[in-house]
């Protein structure tokens, strides 16, 4: 394998998609507005404590925000016929997949800095561990990039049908994560379903930096982590992969 072409093949996507897909409508309701009023509606009017929240509500919106640009790309250039002129070029579907993922994280990352730096500069927020942090946006970002990207590898042509699959698979995942119920106050079946949630860990690992309760050590949080994202990207690659033989 030529690594330069590889390389380079990954970086072109990725800035093919940034350039095209961050101005898309879907991109804003479903990455920024959506996440934004679900806290609202769970947060306005109730005393709670917006320290302890906080850290759930930094993972919604990094979840939300890097799974976005995914589900969008295949569909959408699939409809304007443009995939199929992509597998023409000297990339192959690994370099597709993950300059689609590195696109989603970037996306991501830009947003959930913002909302980071908005919650310490004006709630405030106190950052125990600053190294931590990066390590939780930088991998948390890739992780829900790449369930993004595998999301949309099915195919079809319709992005109004991956965009509503999307939904489907993410409204579940935001309610059974710690999000709005701390893990560490559930009991029962609910805690075990929890467990199976990647965004369960990404919650945990940002409040090991925001010095609120845990339920996992933190180098387990980045080890599930990272196996999420391995698994994610994996099978991406080859649904894409299949599908694309097929002609589809």
Known sequence: MNWNVYLRGISVVARKDMRIYYRKAPVFIFGLILPTFLFLAFFVGRELDINKYFPGFLAMSLFFTSSSVGPLI?????????????L???????????????????????????????????????????????????????????????????????????MMLAALVRFPLIFVSGIFIPVSEMTGAARYITYGSPLTYLVDLLNHSMGQDYVFDWWADLLVLTGFTVLFVTVAMSVLRRMSLKGL
């Open 74 to 86: 295949v569909p959408w250039e699939k409809q304007q016929g443009t995939f199929e002129r992509l």
């Open 88 to 162: 023409t070029y000297p990339l192959s579907i690994s370099s597709i997949v993950l300059g689609d993922c590195i696109a989603g994280a970037v996306f991501g990352l830009l947003i959930s800095v913002i909302v980071g730096t908005f919650g310490i500069l004006l709630i405030p927020i106190t950052v125990t561990d600053i190294a931590l942090i990066i390590l939780a946006f930088a991998l948390g970002n890739l992780c829900f990039s790449g369930l993004g990207v595998l999301l949309s590898s099915p195919g079809g042509k319709a992005p109004a049908n991956i």
